[in-house]
């Protein structure tokens, strides 16, 4: 296999092979440059043919290709570390042997590089559903954020007590979860053209244990354009995160967009369980801005909440307690540092930016919309 990747590295990395990589990767920092070009010309234009194109080749597979392609490269990665540290321990580690491995990786990553923000990357840089919708986004007062938090009580208020245990457990089939995410987003592009969504392509994460460790609920890969899942997670919030990563899929790369998208399609969902995942979420991200301006005000709101809410905090809690380990806040540094990196400067704070869009959705359209 080190022969074979050998092989075909030394091929791709020709002289008019460096050029092309580095002369796309120039073209692709100078576009994010021009949100307006890239709302009109890549996330309207370009990125729904390769996403469609993406879903339709990988979609029908009823396991994640993407996660495949992911456990061959960190295969590769510790097989060349593994040949490195060989190297080094016999003393052969020779300033010519260090140059063609530097070589190598920087053509790789500038490859990564490439094949990431063409196939999806770019839409970190575009105007957005705010635009779409004509938002007007704008600081909010706490006020507004306890009118916010007050109608979202209610609705998970609601929504808690029209769940029972066998709508719940229905949804630990994959099939019927995966099925059902699609449904909302097929409901949502009713009213919302721009939520429009076929072919399906979500699935459970091969690495949803790892991910526990890692602290991820699920991930877009756009390499092969399919939403993954942690299915381990409680059930009560599976829902709401495949519709968060189909918001990624339709062509949104913010974090706060993709919790707006999903929140969008889940809302008119007619299952009780979906909505409830969603108000869930929204509840939690709302309640928590809450709690830093006023926490008595917050404090308030939790001791109000539904018994069924109430329990389900309490089992989120125990699950992210029992996988709680070193390893995740190293991780989640990484992390945070690639959202910033990627026109998201609140790191992984911009997940609760969606606080900012319900308000002014709120707003614009009244508590009904909620």
Known sequence: MQQFLGSVLEKAMRAWSWILVILLTVLIKFSSLYPGFIERYYSNGVYPVISKTQRFLFGWI??????????????????????????VFKKKFKRQYFLSGLKQIIFFFLLVYVFFYLFWGLNYS????AQQLDLKMKTYTVGELDTLVRVLEERLNRDAALVDGQQRDSFYKKRNLFRESDEAYRLGARRYSFLKYH????????????????????YY?????????????PVFMQPYVACHEIGHQVGYGKENEANFAGFLACRLHPSPVFRYSVYFDMYNYSITELFRADSVKAKIY?????PQVKKDYQEMRRFFRKYKNPIEPVIMWFYDKYLEANNQPAGKRTYNQVVAFLI???KKFGNESL
């Not at 072919?199 to 699920?218: E, T, V």
């Not at 890969?221 to 997670?233: A, D, H, K, L, M």
Request: proline residues 6%; contains cysteine.
């Open 360 to 362: 002014a959705y709120q």
């Open 302 to 306: 939790l001791d109000s909440l539904h």
């Open 126 to 129: 575009r105007i957005g559903i």
């Open 221 to 233: 890969n756009p390499f092969s354009g399919e939403g993954q899942v942690n299915t381990t997670i």
């Open 199 to 218: 072919p399906r392509s979500i699935k459970p994460s091969i690495f949803s244990y790892a991910g526990n460790i890692l602290g991820f609920q699920g």
């Open 62 to 87: 009823p396991f994640s290709v993407g996660d495949l392609i992911y456990g061959f490269f960190i295969l590769v990665i510790l097989v060349k570390t593994c040949q490195l540290v060989r190297v």
